[in-house]
Structure formats: structure tokens, C-alpha cells
């Protein structure tokens, strides 16, 4: 039996990855929990794994006793376990350690987060993987830490002076860090880069994913929200030429278990789709199906400042890394594997439930707000 250790398994690409790839295999799953407990730690494991097997037609969670959740802290050095952890560990043959968790924050505010997770939280994985004696460490980066760039990325360490926003900076930075750490210490590394990360494609369902073309597709629904009582014609503003790459996350774990069980030690390996969408009739498709037929999406260069609405200027300030982010067609370089395809027509299908999920949220939420109104009302009367 194969041991493999592994953070952020209550997050959405690692949930799914550990559903899909790992549960009833022949491995020792250890997976690095925040928490109190060892009990603590394995339910919401569980619950993240439930939520993940749900958005697929086919039902496959059996396995869960077999999982270990380690009550743990990334951000502290040796993950806060005591020397007798590593003791009781010491000495298991052909161990793995996969690096999903980190910070997905971005703005200049969250800078000690995203800096604690995305290169503190590396430096003691990778001491953590050494003293557990993994031979291999598989770090799930990201796509976009060329930064500002346009054109074709290689699967290659990037050196860049700009980026769109502080995540991407320290996911850079984190690559070349772990480079130096692992051959360091002698260990193999596998580095992984997604792209945009959607849902299932067996679905359409978002998975549990709110990143992403979910956050963007929330945006824009508080938007609708402010819109209710006008029909004010507005505009969205964004890069009108440029394309973005969307993948499904079961294309994801696949991209990554192909790796491990082929037996891949190392280099850079791109996550992605094998075609990219354009950035304009995607923005189109969501305001489509939001419903927001007052709001046109327009090019960044026809943005003024003077005549802009208080709204369309808050607008561009909500939206602002969304559409950093997808400023510059990026064309991601795919050495192995299979072509993921993705046109605007399967990506609409993603929209389409992306939609329905923010509104379903919308809903109930709103509902219990009409509840407690109503609780609220009962109890002064009879008080």
C-alpha cells in the first residue's frame, strides 16, 4: 500500500481529487486538517468529500473509515505536530506528499494571509514531507504565475517583474521557492498548473467551487440585486478581445493522477484546457442568463471616469480582478496529455448552473430572512 500525504483536502480541488483518485485505492491516505480533533478534523473532511461525490451522476464514497485526518495548521513550522507524529511515521517506504492547500485571497489586504499560506505554509510542507521521508512532492501551483503576459506560457519556471495581483506573485515565488527547498532535501518535485478550475464536466454543476468564474458570476449578481427597481442602461467594462482558459475539475485530478501513477518525478506540467474562450462572449452568456439585459459589457478603453455612474464605477472597482486577470490571451503550452476540449457552447452549460446556484443561495437565504422576520414579529406579540 502506497502512502500519501496530503493538504487541503477539504478544499474543492482537493476534495475531488481524493474522491476520485485516491478512496478505495491502494494507498494510506493522511490528510492535514485544520482543527481541534481528530474527530473534528475527519467530519468535516467527511462533509467536504459527501459535497464533492454529490456533484457527479456516478456515487462512488465509500472509503471514508480508510482516510486519516491529522489535526494540523500550515501556517505553524512542522504543522504544530509534536516529534512523536513524526516517530509514529517514521520509516513508511514510497510516500507521496501532494500540496493542494493555499490561499486563494488577492487583494493588498489580505497580504500576510496570502503570504503566511502560499509561501509560509510551502516552506513547512516541504519540511514536514522531509521528515516524513516522501521521495516525492507534488505542488499544485497555478496557471497564471507568468503574470502579465500575453502570448504562449511554457511549462517552465517564469521570472516576471509585474503581476495582476499579490496571489499570483506569491505563487510564483512559491515555485521557485520549492525548487530550492526540495533539492535541498533530496526530493523529487512534480509542479501542477491549472487554469480557471470549474466544475464537473459530467454535471456542469459548480462542485462547491465559489472562485473563479463563480465569484465573477456572484458579482454580478448583487449587481442584478441593485438593478431590481431600475432599468437604467449600464456598462461593464473588461478586455474585450482577450480569451481565458476555463477547465472542469474532473479534468484537473485526472491531469494529476496520471502523473502519480505513471510515475512522473518531475517538471512543470500544465492543467488546462485545449482551447481557450473568449473573454467577451463569456461575460455576454452570464449577463444572459442573469438576466441583466440593461448592462452591455464594453472594452476597458472607453471607460470615463467623468461620465461613469456611481454604479458602473463600483462596478469596475468589484470587478477588478476578474478582469486583470483575463487582460492578455494567455496560451498555455500542454507537453502531455490529452487536449481537454472546451468551446463557448459546453462553457455556457457551466454558466447556466453557476447561475442557478447563486440564485438557489439567493433564495434561501432570503427565505430565512423571511422566517426570522416572521419569529420576530410572533415573539413581540406574545411578549
Same mark, same amino acid.
Given at each position: 500500500?502506497?502512502?500519501?500525504?496530503?493538504?487541503?483536502?477539504?478544499?474543492?480541488?482537493? *476534495?475531488?481529487?481524493?474522491?476520485?483518485?485516491?478512496?478505495?485505492?491502494?494507498?494510506?491516505?493522511?490528510?492535514?486538517?485544520?482543527?481541534?480533533?481528530?474527530?473534528?478534523?475527519?467530519?468535516?473532511?467527511?462533509?467536504?468529500?459527501? &459535497?464533492?461525490?454529490?456533484?457527479?451522476?456516478?456515487?462512488?464514497?465509500?472509503?471514508?473509515?480508510?482516510?486519516?485526518?491529522?489535526? *494540523?495548521?500550515?501556517?505553524?513550522?512542522?504543522?504544530?505536530?509534536?516529534?512523536?507524529?513524526?516517530? %509514529?511515521? &517514521?520509516?513508511?517506504?514510497?510516500?507521496?506528499?501532494?500540496?493542494? &492547500?493555499?490561499?486563494? #485571497?488577492? #487583494?493588498?489586504?489580505?497580504?500576510?494571509?496570502?503570504?503566511?499560506?502560499?509561501?509560509?505554509?510551502?516552506?513547512?510542507?516541504?519540511?514536514?514531507?522531509?521528515?516524513?521521508?516522501?521521495?516525492?512532492?507534488?505542488?499544485?501551483? $497555478?496557471?497564471? $504565475?507568468?503574470?502579465?503576459?500575453?502570448?504562449?506560457?511554457?511549462?517552465?519556471?517564469?521570472?516576471?517583474?509585474?503581476?495582476?495581483?499579490?496571489?499570483?506573485?506569491?505563487?510564483? #515565488?512559491?515555485?521557485?521557492?520549492?525548487?530550492?527547498?526540495? @533539492?535541498?532535501?533530496?526530493?523529487?518535485?512534480?509542479?501542477?498548473?491549472? /487554469?480557471?478550475?470549474?466544475?464537473?464536466?459530467?454535471?456542469?454543476?459548480?462542485?462547491?467551487?465559489?472562485?473563479?468564474?463563480?465569484?465573477?458570476?456572484?458579482?454580478?449578481?448583487?449587481?442584478?440585486?441593485?438593478?431590481?427597481?431600475?432599468?437604467?442602461?449600464?456598462?461593464?467594462?473588461?478586455?474585450?478581445? /482577450?480569451?481565458?482558459?476555463?477547465?472542469?475539475?474532473?479534468?484537473?485530478?485526472? %491531469?494529476?493522477?496520471?502523473?502519480?501513477?505513471?510515475?512522473?518525478?518531475?517538471?512543470?506540467?500544465?492543467? $488546462?484546457?485545449?482551447?481557450?474562450?473568449?473573454?467577451?462572449?463569456?461575460?455576454?452568456?452570464?449577463?444572459?442568463?442573469?438576466?441583466?439585459?440593461?448592462?452591455?459589457?464594453?472594452?476597458?478603453?472607453?471607460?470615463?471616469?467623468?461620465?461613469? *455612474?456611481?454604479?458602473?464605477?463600483?462596478?469596475?472597482?468589484?470587478?477588478?480582478?476578474? &478582469?486583470?486577470?483575463?487582460?492578455?490571451?494567455?496560451?498555455?503550452?500542454?507537453?502531455?496529455?490529452?487536449?481537454?476540449?472546451?468551446?463557448?457552447?459546453?462553457?455556457? @452549460?457551466?454558466?447556466?448552473?453557476?447561475?442557478?446556484?447563486?440564485?438557489?443561495?439567493?433564495?434561501?437565504?432570503?427565505?430565512?430572512?423571511?422566517? @426570522?422576520?416572521?419569529?420576530?414579529?410572533?415573539?413581540?406579540?406574545?411578549?
Amino acid at each position: 500500500m502506497r502512502t500519501v500525504y496530503l493538504t487541503g483536502g477539504t478544499g474543492f480541488l482537493g *476534495s475531488h481529487f481524493i474522491r476520485s483518485y485516491l478512496l478505495g485505492g491502494p494507498y494510506d491516505v493522511q490528510c492535514f486538517v485544520r482543527g481541534a480533533s481528530p474527530e473534528a478534523c475527519a467530519l468535516r473532511l467527511h462533509e467536504t468529500l459527501r &459535497a464533492a461525490d454529490a456533484s457527479y451522476p456516478d456515487r462512488r464514497l465509500w472509503g471514508l473509515d480508510a482516510l486519516t485526518a491529522i489535526p *494540523s495548521d500550515i501556517t505553524l513550522p512542522a504543522f504544530g505536530l509534536g516529534e512523536a507524529f513524526f516517530a %509514529d511515521r &517514521a520509516g513508511r517506504a514510497d510516500a507521496t506528499f501532494f500540496h493542494f &492547500a493555499s490561499s486563494l #485571497q488577492y #487583494q493588498e489586504k489580505d497580504r500576510r494571509v496570502i503570504h503566511d499560506h502560499n509561501i509560509g505554509g510551502l516552506r513547512h510542507a516541504v519540511d514536514v514531507a522531509a521528515a516524513l521521508g516522501c521521495g516525492v512532492f507534488y505542488y499544485v501551483s $497555478t496557471a497564471f $504565475t507568468v503574470g502579465v503576459h500575453e502570448g504562449p506560457v511554457p511549462e517552465a519556471l517564469h521570472r516576471n517583474a509585474r503581476f495582476n495581483n499579490y496571489y499570483e506573485e506569491t505563487k510564483c #515565488q512559491a515555485e521557485h521557492l520549492i525548487t530550492e527547498l526540495c @533539492r535541498e532535501r533530496g526530493i523529487s518535485l512534480v509542479i501542477v498548473r491549472p /487554469s480557471i478550475v470549474v466544475g464537473p464536466s459530467s454535471t456542469h454543476g459548480t462542485g462547491g467551487s465559489r472562485t473563479g468564474l463563480y465569484g465573477f458570476i456572484r458579482e454580478l449578481h448583487r449587481l442584478k440585486r441593485q438593478l431590481r427597481h431600475t432599468d437604467a442602461a449600464l456598462s461593464l467594462y473588461g478586455s474585450t478581445e /482577450s480569451e481565458m482558459n476555463l477547465v472542469p475539475v474532473d479534468f484537473v485530478c485526472h %491531469d494529476i493522477a496520471s502523473l502519480y501513477r505513471d510515475g512522473v518525478r518531475e517538471g512543470v506540467y500544465h492543467c $488546462t484546457a485545449g482551447q481557450n474562450v473568449r473573454v467577451q462572449g463569456l461575460t455576454e452568456l452570464i449577463l444572459k442568463h442573469l438576466e441583466l439585459t440593461s448592462v452591455t459589457f464594453r472594452a476597458f478603453a472607453e471607460f470615463d471616469e467623468a461620465t461613469a *455612474s456611481p454604479i458602473e464605477r463600483v462596478l469596475l472597482r468589484d470587478t477588478a480582478f476578474y &478582469a486583470t486577470s483575463t487582460a492578455g490571451t494567455k496560451v498555455f503550452e500542454r507537453r502531455r496529455g490529452p487536449r481537454w476540449p472546451m468551446d463557448l457552447d459546453e462553457v455556457e @452549460r457551466y454558466v447556466i448552473e453557476g447561475v442557478r446556484a447563486v440564485e438557489g443561495v439567493g433564495a434561501l437565504a432570503r427565505q430565512a430572512r423571511g422566517r @426570522r422576520h416572521v419569529e420576530s414579529r410572533g415573539a413581540r406579540r406574545t411578549a
